[in-house]
């Protein structure tokens, strides 16, 4: 840009945010929070203004934190040919020139491997974010490049790559399987049968795997919640790893109940009876356990996840993502889908990825909002017909888009702005979710294996005459025209007759569709306006001579003990006499009723402890074991034993003196890599007197620090009195993502009598 280019910038961006803020003041009101508004072609936030110029341009006037490391983009201009894709026209400049930036920025994402780019900041496919793409919108607008990033997330032994998660990834996190989803949406858009044929191995071995690693007791699945994959961003600060990966998530569950509704649907569809009976079980299995074990029905939606060790308890904040995806996917009945939408809190920006946040950890997961998931739950606002919800969910999406120019990954709840922790431009799953909404809701397009279903929803606030021009479907061009607004189709034309709102699969050519709303009055639902709110801190308590003591919190009005995850007292001490043998912890409590996480879990139970015997240590395992940086030390008794693929079982006697239910956990150590990437978790089946009672996790504790012990995840036994033989073996399921290092040192077996 040369001087006079930029004076005459200059001068445009002066005056401009006056001209359209005079003129948006006479426009309809579209959406207006506490902390914006969508007015006409024009968002305002305080002093700032973002317009639409043309349907091709985008200015700001938004400047970002004093400091902070990544610029804002102030103007957006189409740099691609768009002529490929399906063309919006709308009478709302702002809202076709929002949509030509998610389909810009689409081709952006686009790499010359043909593969989907995960943002500007980051190159590459990652199983996640390239899976909830797909299904918002990038199966459709890009399912060659879906196929191919896809194919790129299948290891050597033909499983989902679980490619990040804390410990290790898989399976402290276990959400890989939303991979099965987004491949299924890629069949139903290309009805394609050698797609079909490749993906049902993949789906069902992974899946298998899964039912021995991560399904747990009460049909819950155990890892991290979804996409939520920064520990301390989420989760209390004393959860260790193999704590994380014993917790059962809102959203890991879903997910994998629709990845077995999936596999029981492909299943049919190729003709394999036996596993699509399987699979449907352990769908309803699922959804079942969700609907019993997390639902809250004082708050009106489900808890983020359960967690704790021996005893464990629930997180009670809203997820959103969680939230929605059981709606959309019907884990939720209607009754309580609508509850969800009017309880789940909503801040002026709208819905964050968690609710409420934690106090002393900054903006990147906790207190913020991503526009992709806003996107999913305006969809499930969608499906259930919250009107309000549905708009300010939009408008949440379309808000940021416009003010930064760009589909910006996260943003901070408290004043809208960029400076989270990690950040990026032309992040493939918001520009995803920009598309899906207008597609998605507006126009009600939804794939079905043998067609196209029509369902829009058209928030009154939003009634237009709207057209989707040169959308692509199969062997078929559709050019769809809808007016009016409601949730109630009163006249669906094709090529000028009246027809269902259904277009077969099998149609072919170029078409017309015509869709007349209803104008129905959409009944009215709450939204649960909320202003931002940071729960208290987490008390740290201990065990000394038979009293439970924790340290004082600012600004909390009492204290929750806990036994056993029951609450047993309510107290303003700092305090507990114990009477009686347990698991112990404390939740502090502000004067609002906001509860803190509980605190590390005390236990006050007899253990026994068996010892291993010392052997030499090897660290031969052939791809970049992080070796010891200085002599082992800190381990019981005379040493400890090294397992590896090749080490075999490790067999044990264990006496014990009283029938009851016994937890088994290891005390380990794992320096194969850092706590929070790599894919090199240890897991091992635990075998008791010939039966297999699951999977024993030890995630990676850092790099190279073999003398960091801690306890693997723990499994609950039921015993009788006397000898038992104990097993630790390495079966196929215990194979992880790295498929060569699978590799722990142990210092002992730990039993300890809980029930």
């Known amino acids: 840009m040369n001087i006079q280019q930029t004076i005459i910038r200059a001068i445009a961006l002066a005056a401009m945010p006056l001209a359209v803020n005079i003129t948006a003041l006479a426009d309809d009101v579209i959406v207006s929070t506490d902390a914006y508004s969508w007015r006409g072609d024009t968002i305002i936030q305080g002093e700032f203004r973002a317009w639409a110029p043309s349907a091709e341009q985008i200015v700001s006037t938004y400047h970002a934190q004093p400091g902070y490391y990544m610029g804002i983009d102030s103007e957006w201009t189409r740099r691609n040919d768009l002529s490929a894709y399906p063309v919006l026209t709308t009478p709302n400049r702002l809202h076709t020139a929002i949509y030509n930036l998610g389909l810009d920025e689409m081709v952006n994402a686009v790499e010359p491997d043909t593969t989907l780019r995960t943002g500007k900041a980051w190159g590459g496919v990652w199983t996640r974010d390239v899976s909830y793409s797909i299904i918002l919108s990038m199966a459709y607008m890009q399912p060659l490049a879906s196929q191919i990033s896809l194919m790129q997330k299948v290891n050597a032994n033909g499983r989902i790559i679980q490619d990040t998660g804390s410990g290790g990834a898989w399976p402290v996190s276990s959400d890989r399987m939303i991979w099965a989803v987004a491949a299924y949406e890629i069949y139903k858009v290309t009805g394609d049968r050698k797609w079909l044929e490749y993906i049902y191995p993949v789906i069902k071995n992974s899946l298998f795997d899964d039912l021995e690693v991560v399904a747990a007791k009460n049909g819950l699945v155990q890892g991290e919640t979804s996409f939520i994959d920064w520990r301390e961003q989420s989760y209390p600060r004393w959860m260790q790893t193999a704590d994380i990966y014993q917790s059962q998530a809102l959203g890991t569950s879903v997910v994998h109940a629709q990845a077995w509704k999936v596999?029981?649907?492909?299943?049919?569809?190729?003709?394999?009876?036996?596993?699509?009976?399987?699979?449907?079980?352990?769908?309803?299995?699922?959804?079942?356990?969700?609907?019993?074990?997390?639902?809250?029905?004082?708050?009106?939606?489900?808890?983020?996840?359960?967690?704790?060790?021996?005893?464990?308890?629930?997180?009670?904040?809203?997820?959103?993502?969680?939230?929605?995806?059981?709606?959309?996917?019907?884990?939720?009945?209607?009754?309580?889908?609508?509850?969800?939408?009017?309880?789940?809190?909503?801040?002026?920006?709208?819905?964050?990825?968690?609710?409420?946040?934690?106090?002393?950890?900054?903006?990147?997961?906790?207190?913020?909002?991503?526009?992709?998931?806003?996107?999913?739950?305006?969809?499930?606002?969608?499906?259930?017909?919250?009107?309000?919800?549905?708009?300010?969910?939009?408008?949440?999406?379309?808000?940021?888009?416009?003010?930064?120019?760009?589909?910006?990954?996260?943003?901070?709840?408290?004043?809208?702005?960029?400076?989270?922790?990690?950040?990026?431009?032309?992040?493939?799953?918001?520009?995803?979710?920009?598309?899906?909404?207008?597609?998605?809701?507006?126009?009600?397009?939804?794939?079905?294996?043998?067609?196209?279903?029509?369902?829009?929803?058209?928030?009154?606030?939003?009634?237009?005459?709207?057209?989707?021009?040169?959308?692509?479907?199969?062997?078929?061009?559709?050019?769809?025209?809808?007016?009016?607004?409601?949730?109630?189709?009163?006249?669906?034309?094709?090529?000028?007759?009246?027809?269902?709102?259904?277009?077969?699969?099998?149609?072919?050519?170029?078409?017309t569709i015509d869709i007349v709303m209803a104008d129905n009055r959409i009944p009215l639902m709450k939204v649960n306006h909320m202003a931002n709110v940071k729960a208290p801190l987490t008390p740290i308590a201990w065990i000394n001579e038979g009293t439970l003591t924790w340290n004082p919190?600012?600004?909390?009005?009492?204290?929750?003990?806990?036994?056993?995850?029951?609450?047993?007292?309510?107290?303003?001490?700092?305090?507990?006499?114990?009477?009686?043998?347990?698991?112990?912890?404390?939740?502090?409590?502000?004067?609002?009723?906001?509860?803190?996480?509980?605190?590390?879990?005390?236990?006050?139970?007899?253990?026994?402890?068996?010892?291993?015997?010392?052997?030499?240590?090897?660290?031969?395992?052939?791809?970049?074991?992080y070796e010891p940086t200085s002599p082992i030390s800190g381990y019981h008794g005379t040493g400890f034993i090294e397992i590896d693929h090749n080490s075999g079982a490790v067999e044990l006697d264990v006496n014990v003196p009283d029938e009851g239910v016994y937890a088994v956990s290891l005390i380990y150590a794992n320096g194969n890599g850092p706590v929070n990437t790599e894919n090199k978790c240890a897991i091992r089946t635990l075998v008791v007197d010939g039966n297999p009672v699951g999977a024993l996790v030890m995630p990676q504790r850092g790099e190279g620090k073999w003398s960091d012990w801690g306890r693997s995840s723990i499994l609950r036994v039921p015993l009788t009195a006397g000898d038992h033989k104990i097993s630790i073996e390495m079966r196929p399921a215990n194979e992880n993502m790295n498929l060569k290092t699978n590799h722990a040192l142990i210092d002992r077996v730990e039993v300890t009598r809980i029930k």
């Open 553 to 625: 919190i600012e600004y909390i009005d009492h204290y929750v003990v806990l036994r056993n995850g029951e609450r047993v007292a309510v107290t303003h001490e700092t305090s507990y006499a114990l009477t009686d043998t347990g698991e112990y912890q404390v939740i502090g409590v502000n004067a609002d009723g906001v509860e803190s996480f509980a605190s590390e879990p005390r236990p006050l139970f007899g253990t026994i402890a068996l010892d291993l015997p010392g052997e030499s240590i090897k660290f031969e395992s052939p791809e970049n074991t």
């Open 263 to 511: 596999l029981s649907d492909i299943a049919e569809e190729l003709g394999d009876t036996d596993v699509a009976k399987v699979a449907s079980d352990n769908h309803r299995t699922i959804a079942e356990a969700i609907n019993r074990e997390l639902w809250m029905p004082e708050k009106g939606y489900y808890a983020m996840y359960n967690y704790g060790r021996n005893y464990p308890i629930l997180n009670p904040r809203a997820e959103t993502l969680g939230e929605s995806l059981a709606i959309i996917y019907g884990i939720a009945d209607m009754k309580r889908a609508k509850e969800i939408t009017e309880n789940n809190p909503t801040t002026p920006f709208g819905v964050s990825i968690f609710f409420p946040q934690i106090a002393d950890i900054p903006p990147y997961h906790n207190n913020a909002l991503w526009p992709w998931v806003a996107a999913y739950w305006a969809i499930a606002n969608a499906k259930v017909g919250n009107e309000t919800g549905t708009l300010e969910a939009i408008g949440s999406i379309f808000r940021p888009a416009a003010l930064f120019a760009t589909n910006k990954e996260n943003f901070v709840l408290d004043n809208g702005d960029i400076a989270t922790q990690l950040n990026s431009s032309n992040m493939l799953w918001c520009l995803a979710g920009n598309i899906a909404v207008t597609h998605k809701i507006l126009f009600g397009i939804n794939f079905e294996v043998d067609g196209l279903s029509f369902r829009p929803f058209v928030p009154k606030a939003l009634a237009a005459k709207r057209s989707l021009t040169n959308f692509r479907y199969r062997d078929a061009v559709l050019d769809i025209n809808i007016s009016g607004s409601g949730n109630r189709i009163k006249s669906f034309r094709l090529n000028g007759k009246e027809h269902r709102p259904f277009i077969p699969s099998t149609i072919t050519g170029h078409n």
